[in-house]
């Protein structure tokens, strides 16, 4: 993902696997890890890096582990401020 | 408007995209008072999705040439705010009669109905081929909203891959967000283009508009490659190659993000869950609930509207969402205007003749086309190929898409078979020798989409055996 | 028309009608199979897929007993192994109370040899920490397990087919008459069927089976309502259930969770679906049995259709008053383990007049003198 158009928003932090990275306001979750880190999970049977696809809530292939516990589906899903995701085969994993 | 609302009448619109966002209008016009079920953030659905509230762009910046539809469509749905019950970031997971149940942020919750209307739009047709599971890929949809809703590319060199109007449109909108086109690769050959183009007279502007993003990136020298079947998508982490082949012989381009689609598929499921009759269009290349020209189903009470009725683009489906909530008026004793639903279903009538004329110039692939290997990854949810596909119908005689499901696990993963469900059909009609009207399709289930297990943790209650 | 004359017909190819099958070709018995759907596709192959002899009545446990050493040596018999992993199974208890159940219910069943190890305290929380704090002990079965019906039943047909055994499959029986000392079924005008035996394996179907021919059996429908999580790491090996019932779960190879509890509704037409508080039912139970799994997705639900009978046994034997009839049905959820078993029974009553099983508590005559609810359809 490359950021092109419409980026002049503020800043927020968030983290993946403890390391700390800055997205933008109204960055959903997927723009924020994909414009900085090559994947969002890896696949559960081929042990493979996933990105998702459909970016529109169908293909259920982004959804991210977050440190509390629960995943969230990264498409759909708007930063905020101070979330924290575990991504294994990132840095820190 | 002679009747008067009674309070038994608790209609339901599912969706906000233009079906959804018309229908309601409709229904407030006649004094009701809609449940707005929509799992977006904001209305205005795909097409006309509006980006998060941080972001500036104006309405042209974001919808070009659509963007006075766009404006309007916003603007009727701003007003009807205080006259419906509206729900965003609302998943509908499953339906019963007189029922919804939805998952939202107060957590789940059930919804009654006495009428409903569907208008749940669609999401890219996908065909799969060797490396689209890898990083970089996405669906065609899914590179349109990452600009739109974004303000983002799927990378900085991309190819598109598939068939249909979107390739263009994607290529014209990514250019001119500062990304390099690496390829259009279109199934769909010059002579399928010059055969659609009478039908697609139908609506000029649309066909001009078309006509024009072509011109606009072939004088560009962005090249288009016609007749084309993508082989792979090659890289390690991430794609750094597209790989086709055309009868001339096989294609190579560098590429760090690829976009594939080959026009779109209908979102079906609470129609299937009510138990809405089906029928499989050969046209279409899909089964879609049985509708009449009112929208209504062969469910008394349930009404369907939009792209999840089948795929007519978002003109038609604003006017198919207004002529369902008609319907459900005139079934719930409202008055309605008979010339007005009139001139609706001739409008919905135009845009049918025009999809067949897209249908004639971006044709439905076929699966003999596709040279995908036996490791292909065919459902990519529980990563099963092509061969193990082939191996059913082989060794099990399959020929049925639930058995298919029952004994690969193709289409039973998380997405409910709604990325791999047209490619197995047409290469279950293949290899089993029946029609895909026969192989049957992968029928809905609850939850439509994944739910939580335990969104409100319990005790162990009073169990009875 | 398709017209048949054989030794046996079958109605109903899920795993009793297809194991009756294979056993019956094994003997060299000429079989056609009728089968309204797809060999498997109903209660046989939608089950929860628990291979559990623990928590059957001593009547069941010599079913039990004959069908446990079959499930290990699935592949020889139906060429795959199901997913067939003997991965134990543990009866859950949740206070003392249940705790004093299961040790009684070891005590009743000394003789059949399952190796009942009842665990408490510490040594419970040591070797399972994956249960919650409201689960204070269990009877552990270490010979038992858990398979995948919709392979089992699925090859099970298949394994019948191949035998030489006639499967029609999406062909729903429309009407059975006596001809002579046999039978005459018909499918519409597509299919009749001249047998001399006739065996009812059409599970939820087949009261109303046994209905036409004049036998009035009485059984009631349910629903069985089950969830599978998307795939999840390791949580539990072994399969579960609980003492007093509602809930059920084991943790598949691939990860995903699968977990029962509770009854669905009829839909119409031989269809069924989830209650609408399924999932809150079963999530909130699996929760908290499992906290592990408090954060879980789920992916699918669904109700099967299954006959129930007032004693939770099934119906199994030849007809009293349809000499040349053999019921075997109304295994009221509890079908999955004992079916290889029940096909060789069956195979044995009709060739041989007995069986080296006893099957007596199953006769299908044995509520005759009680008020009987009719034969339906589900």
Redesign the interface.
């Known amino acids: 993902?490359?950021?092109?158009?419409?980026?002049?928003?503020?800043s927020i932090s968030f983290f993946i696997n403890g390391q700390r990275f800055t997205g933008?306001?109204?960055?959903?979750v997927l723009?924020a890890v994909?414009?900085q880190a090559?994947?969002l999970r890896t696949?559960?049977?081929?042990h493979?890096?996933?990105?998702?696809?459909?970016?529109?809530?169908?293909?259920?292939?982004c959804?991210v582990v977050t440190e509390a516990?629960?995943?969230v589906r990264a498409?759909?899903t708007?930063l905020e401020d101070g979330m924290a995701f575990v991504i294994e085969g990132l840095p820190g994993t | 408007m002679s009747g008067r609302p009674s309070p038994e009448i608790r209609p339901v619109v599912v969706g906000a995209g233009p079906a959804g966002i018309r229908a309601a209008e409709a229904l407030v016009a006649a004094g009701l008072r809609p449940v707005v079920l929509d799992e977006g953030e904001r209305a205005g659905g795909q097409i006309y999705r509006q980006p998060p509230a941080a972001f500036s762009r104006s309405r042209k910046a974001l919808y070009g040439f659509e963007a006075g539809k766009a404006e309007r469509l916003h603007a009727t749905f701003a007003a009807l705010r205080a006259h419906i019950d509206y729900r965003p970031r609302t998943l509908v997971w499953n339906a019963v009669p007189g029922e919804l149940h939805v998952m939202g942020d107060a957590g789940p919750a059930t919804v009654p109905f006495s009428h409903l209307v569907l208008a749940t739009g669609a999401t890219d047709r996908i065909y799969p081929f060797k490396g689209w599971t890898l990083p970089g890929v996405f669906s065609m949809g899914g590179a349109q909203i990452a600009l739109k809703a974004q303000g983002c590319t799927i990378g900085e060199t991309v190819a598109l891959v598939g068939t249909g109007p979107l390739l263009y449109l994607v290529a014209y909108q990514y250019t001119k967000a500062g990304a390099r086109i690496a390829v259009i690769l279109d199934s769909a050959r010059f002579t399928d283009q010059i055969a659609g183009a009478p039908a697609m007279l139908r609506q000029p502007a649309t066909l001009a508009k078309g006509l024009y993003y072509v011109a606009w990136l072939k004088a560009r020298g962005i090249m288009i490659v016609n007749g084309a079947i993508p082989m792979a998508a090659e890289g390690t982490e991430r794609v750094e190659r597209l790989v086709w082949r055309t009868p001339a012989g096989e294609g190579r381009v560098a590429c760090d993000a690829i976009a594939l689609g080959y026009g779109l598929r209908a979102e079906t499921q609470i129609a299937d869950l009510l138990g809405c009759r089906f029928s499989y269009s050969a046209a279409e290349h899909e089964s879609l609930p049985a509708s009449d020209a009112t929208g209504r189903t062969s469910v008394a009470g349930v009404y369907i509207g939009g792209d999840g009725a089948g795929i007519l683009g978002a003109d038609a489906a604003e006017a198919a969402g207004t002529r369902a909530a008609l319907a459900l008026c005139e079934d719930a004793g409202l008055g309605v205007d008979g010339a007005a639903t009139g001139a609706l279903e001739a409008r919905v009538g135009r845009w049918r003749g025009f999809r067949a004329g897209i249908r004639r110039a971006f044709p439905e692939p076929v699966a003999a086309d596709f040279a995908l290997a036996d490791d292909v990854i065919l459902c990519r949810c529980e990563e099963i190929t092509v061969g193990a596909l082939r191996a059913a119908c082989r060794e099990d005689g399959v020929d049925e898409l639930n058995r298919l499901k029952a004994l690969t696990r193709i289409g039973m993963g998380r997405c409910q078979g709604r990325m791999c469900g047209p490619a197995a059909r047409a290469l279950l009609a293949h290899h089993s020798g029946r029609s895909p009207g026969d192989v049957g399709r992968l029928r809905g289930q609850a939850p439509i989409k994944p739910m939580p297990l335990a969104p409100m943790p319990l005790v162990f209650d009073e169990a009875k055996p | 028309m398709k017209n048949f004359d054989t030794d046996v017909a079958v109605v109903g190819a899920g795993l009793i009608g297809s194991a009756t099958a294979l056993a019956l070709r094994q003997r060299g018995v000429a079989v056609v199979m009728l089968e309204r759907d797809l060999g498997g596709s109903r209660a046989s192959g939608v089950n929860f897929g628990g291979v559990r002899r623990q928590g059957r009545s001593p009547a069941q446990l010599h079913l039990a007993a004959r069908a446990h050493p079959i499930w290990a040596d699935l592949k020889a018999k139906i060429g795959i192994d199901g997913e067939y992993v003997r991965s134990g199974h543990i009866k859950l208890a949740r206070s003392q109370a249940d705790l004093t159940a299961l040790a009684a219910y070891a005590a009743r069943v000394a003789d059949f040899d399952l190796g009942l190890e009842i665990l408490e305290g510490r040594a419970f929380r040591e070797r399972y920490p994956c249960f919650g704090p409201e689960i204070i002990g269990g009877s552990f079965c270490p010979g038992d397990g858990q398979a995948n019906p919709r392979l089992v039943a699925a090859a099970y047909a298949q394994a019948a087919r191949q035998a030489g055994c006639e499967v029609i499959e999406r062909c729903p029986v429309t009407g059975i008459t006596r001809e002579g000392d046999g039978f005459l079924l018909r499918c519409g005008d597509a299919v009749a069927v001249r047998a001399r035996r006739l065996v009812n394996a059409a599970g939820a179907w087949g009261a109303g089976i046994a209905a036409a021919l004049g036998d009035d059996i009485p059984m009631r429908f349910d629903y069985p309502t089950i969830l599978v999580t998307e795939p999840l790491p390791p949580i539990v090996s072994v399969n579960i259930g609980i003492e007093g019932g509602g809930f059920y779960g084991r943790q598949v190879e691939r990860g995903n969770l699968v977990m029962g509890g509770g009854f669905g509704v009829a839909s119409g037409d031989g269809a069924s679906r989830p209650d609408s508080g399924a999932l809150a039912r079963i999530g909130g139970r699996a929760a908290a049995i499992l906290p592990a799994t408090r954060h879980a997705r789920v992916i699918r639900i669904w109700a099967g259709i299954e006959g129930y009978t007032a004693d939770k046994n099934p119906f199994i034997g030849e007809s009293a008053n349809v000499p040349g009839l053999f019921h075997a049905f109304g295994f009221s959820g509890g079908g999955f383990q004992i079916a290889p078993a029940v096909g060789e029974v069956l195979c044995e009553l009709i060739c041989e007049g007995r069986s080296s099983t006893p099957v007596e508590a199953f006769r299908p005559d044995r509520f005759q003198q009680q008020s009987a609810e009719p034969g339906r359809t589900p």
């Open positions: 993902m490359r950021r092109a158009v419409d980026q002049d928003r503020p933008k306001l109204g960055d959903t723009t994909l414009t090559g994947h696949s559960e049977f081929e493979q890096p996933r990105a998702g696809f459909c970016l529109m809530g169908a293909c259920q292939d959804w516990g629960p995943a498409c759909s708007l």
